[in-house]
C-alpha cells in the first residue's frame, strides 16, 4: 500500500498515523529509535500491512499482469493505483472528506514535526507543491507521482512510461482493488485487536 491507503488503514489514532508514514523511512528495530510506543505501534502496523499484502496469491496474480519492463516495478505501480482507487472511492470510506482529511494529516504532522527525519519532510514538502494526498483523484496526478518515484530510483526504470499502459490497467487495477483491500482492512482489525491484547496482558503481568 501507499501513504494514503496506510494512513486510512491507521484510522483516527495519531500514533497509528504517523507511524503509516513513517514505516517507509524507519528501518529496523524500534526500540533504540526514540519514538513513543504508539509510533512504533503504527510502524509495526505499517509493517504488517507490506507483508500481509505481499503474501496474497491476489496480489502475486495482480502483478503477473504487467509485460516487462512494467512488472519488475509493478509492486510500485499498484500501490499508487490503489491510492488513487482509494481516493476515487472516499467518500465509501470515509465521513470526513478527502480534503480534511489532507488537512488533519499537514497540522498532525506540524505538532510532532521534531520526530520527523528530513526525507520525509523533503516528501511532504513534494506532497504540498503538489496538493497530495487529495489530489490522487486524478489520474494525471498519479502518473506524475509514478514519473517522481522514477526519478528517485537509483537506476534507470519505466516508470515515466505508465501512461502508455494506464488505460489497460485501470480497470484490472480497480478489479485488484475490490480484492485485495477488504483482506487487508480484516487483517488490520486482527491486528489490532491482538494488540491490544497483547498490551494489557503485559500491562497486568
Known amino acids: 500500500m501507499n501513504f494514503l491507503a496506510h494512513l486510512w488503514l491507521a484510522g483516527d489514532d495519531e500514533g497509528l498515523r504517523l507511524g503509516a508514514l513513517l514505516g517507509d523511512f524507519i528501518r529496523g528495530g524500534l526500540d533504540n529509535k526514540g519514538l513513543p510506543k504508539p509510533i512504533q505501534r503504527g510502524i509495526l502496523l505499517h509493517r504488517h500491512v507490506d507483508h500481509f499484502i505481499d503474501d496474497l496469491p491476489e496480489m502475486a496474480a495482480l502483478r503477473q499482469q504487467f509485460l516487462p519492463p512494467f512488472r519488475r516495478y509493478s509492486g510500485i505501480i499498484i500501490d499508487v493505483a490503489f491510492d488513487h482507487e482509494l481516493a476515487v472511492r472516499w467518500e465509501a470510506y470515509s465521513s470526513v472528506s ?108
Open 98 to 205: 478527502l480534503a480534511q482529511f489532507d488537512s488533519d494529516l499537514r497540522q498532525l504532522l506540524a505538532r510532532y514535526g521534531a520526530l520527523l527525519p528530513d526525507d520525509l519532510r523533503q516528501l511532504m514538502r513534494y506532497a504540498d507543491r503538489r496538493g497530495l494526498f487529495a489530489a490522487y483523484r486524478d489520474e494525471s496526478e498519479i502518473l506524475v507521482t509514478l514519473s517522481g518515484i522514477g526519478r528517485r530510483l537509483s537506476r534507470p526504470n519505466p516508470l515515466y512510461r505508465v501512461s502508455e499502459i494506464w488505460p489497460t490497467m485501470r480497470p484490472v487495477f480497480s478489479s485488484g482493488f475490490d480484492q485485495i483491500f477488504p483482506q487487508v482492512q480484516r487483517s488490520v482489525t486482527t491486528w489490532l485487536g491482538a494488540s491490544v491484547a497483547e498490551e494489557r496482558a503485559q500491562r497486568t503481568a
